[in-house]
């Protein structure tokens, strides 16, 4: 597949890099060499110097031949008018990154559609979404939901506590049918398990599992519910302003930031939420305010460093859940390790919105999700493809992939090695960055 991403800033650059790694025909193209060149260096793709809004550059880039087109430029305008000129060049599917929280509503996207862009990706949004989604199930690191809740993939830390802890996954298999463990994060690697692999304390493991059986799932982590009702924020950026406007009055909210133009600002667009001009990271700050009367404390602040020790300091105070923006990929298997609850990261997360672009899905009822160094997705079986011509314990598939579950009639169930997929099932799939693309083949 070839995909051409128009700008070399964060975004498009860890995009850039985790496709390479897929083995897909990826161009970019930016009007900064020093950014190009790095890539070129680093990873096995294409670059093109110059600017993506025009027409002699995206020609050269071949856009009007890209099955993708993906422009993640800091700037909206650029960004939608470069999808409008590689539309118009013969882009199949175009992708535009946006700085607006409206645009994101289903009622604009005949708008966009009508000027070349088929979707609109908002980092800030993804991120918003995914934190209402901690607020709302404190026990999980991650809940993932596939075909409208029918299949969940659920990340939970396990505590010396959970029942499950020193089990093999034969073991636990053997007791337990009713969840399929798809992979293990521990410290900074990501393992796709088999039946020998042993749970141990202080892993992120990753159950696919039905509606049905999630209090049952907690129960063997041994957590418990949290509900949330007053929540503090450390920082007022895109995020948090998103984030009041999407909950709208369901929490209260103290907002505490530095600067005191942006807390002008932020009581201007969050008009409901208690807003305090002041350093956060001053632990006295943070008993005149109440912090420990708070059951959720969420760091999204512009630095890395400063969230992940502000969400220890609140843990100290006695808040259950805490949630931390960690910008930084190489630090997030070091913040998984602490204390510190939930982590979000932009660029995954936008990394997951458009894999979801590129695997040609329904968007509206699967998902992809992009860890640092894993991927999960869900992939629609063609009539007659190699993965359907027998049980799944007989396909030998690779080390670094496993089936996790499957939608079949509209209806989720678990992946067994006895199960034989069929032609029009859609399946999830877990594995390890880079072998998407292997899979790929077994589905075509």
């Not at 029942?163 to 337990?176: D, W």
């Not at 190699?386 to 670094?400: E, F, M, P, Q, W």
């Not at 678990?414 to 693309?437: E, K, N, P, S």
Request: with cysteine; charged share 25%; net charge negative.
């Amino acid at each position: 597949m070839k995909i051409l991403i128009a700008g070399a800033g964060e975004v498009g650059s860890h995009l850039a890099k985790l496709l390479s790694r897929e083995a897909q025909d990826v161009v970019v193209v930016d009007r900064d060499a020093a950014r190009l060149d790095v890539l070129d260096s680093k990873f096995n793709l294409l670059t093109v110097c110059g600017s993506p809004t025009s027409f002699s550059i995206l020609n050269e880039a071949n856009a009007g031949k890209c099955d993708l087109f993906v422009a993640v430029t800091p700037f909206e305008t650029d960004n939608v008018t470069a999808c409008a000129i590689a539309k118009s060049l013969g882009a199949k599917k175009t992708v535009a990154r946006v700085d607006n929280f409206e645009y994101m509503k289903d009622k604009h996207r005949d708008f966009f559609r009508s000027h070349g862009v088929d979707s609109v990706i908002y980092p800030e949004y993804h991120a918003a979404v995914e934190i209402m989604t901690a607020l709302n199930k404190t026990w999980t690191r991650h809940w993932f939901e596939m075909w409208n809740g029918e299949l969940i993939l659920i990340g939970v830390k396990l505590r010396a506590n959970a029942s499950i802890v020193g089990m093999k996954l034969r073991e636990f298999g053997a007791s337990s049918r009713n969840f399929h463990v798809s992979a293990i994060r521990r410290r900074h690697d990501t393992i796709i398990p088999n039946g020998e692999d042993v749970i141990k304390e202080g892993d992120i493991v990753y159950f696919m599992t039905r509606r049905e059986h999630v209090d049952e799932l907690r129960n063997l982590c041994g957590k418990t519910e949290t509900e949330v009702k007053n929540v503090m924020i450390l920082g007022g950026g895109r995020i948090a302003s998103g984030l009041c406007t999407m909950t709208a009055g369901k929490y209260n909210v103290k907002i505490i930031n530095d600067d005191a133009d942006a807390c002008m600002k932020i009581a201007e667009f969050c008009p409901d939420a208690d807003v305090v001009c002041g350093d956060g990271r001053d632990n006295d700050l943070l008993i005149d305010e109440g912090i420990g009367n708070f059951d959720a404390f969420l760091a999204l602040s512009d630095s890395s460093e400063s969230n992940i020790l502000a969400c220890l300091t609140a843990k100290e105070f006695g808040v259950k859940k805490t949630i931390a923006e960690v910008e930084n990929i190489q630090y997030i298997g070091e913040a998984e390790a602490l204390n510190i609850g939930t982590i979000v990261n932009k660029k995954l997360l936008a990394a997951g919105a458009i894999f979801q672009q590129l695997l040609d899905q329904d968007a509206s009822n699967s998902k992809c999700m992009a860890l640092a160094d894993a991927e999960v997705a869900e992939i629609e079986v063609k009539e007659g493809s190699k993965i359907t011509r027998a049980a799944v314990k007989d396909l030998k598939l690779s080390h670094d992939m496993t089936i996790a579950g499957l939608i079949r009639d509209g209806k989720g169930q678990l992946v067994g090695g006895q199960t034989v997929i069929r032609g029009g099932d859609r399946v999830v799939v877990f594995c390890l960055t880079g072998a998407i693309h292997k899979f790929e083949k077994l589905f075509n």
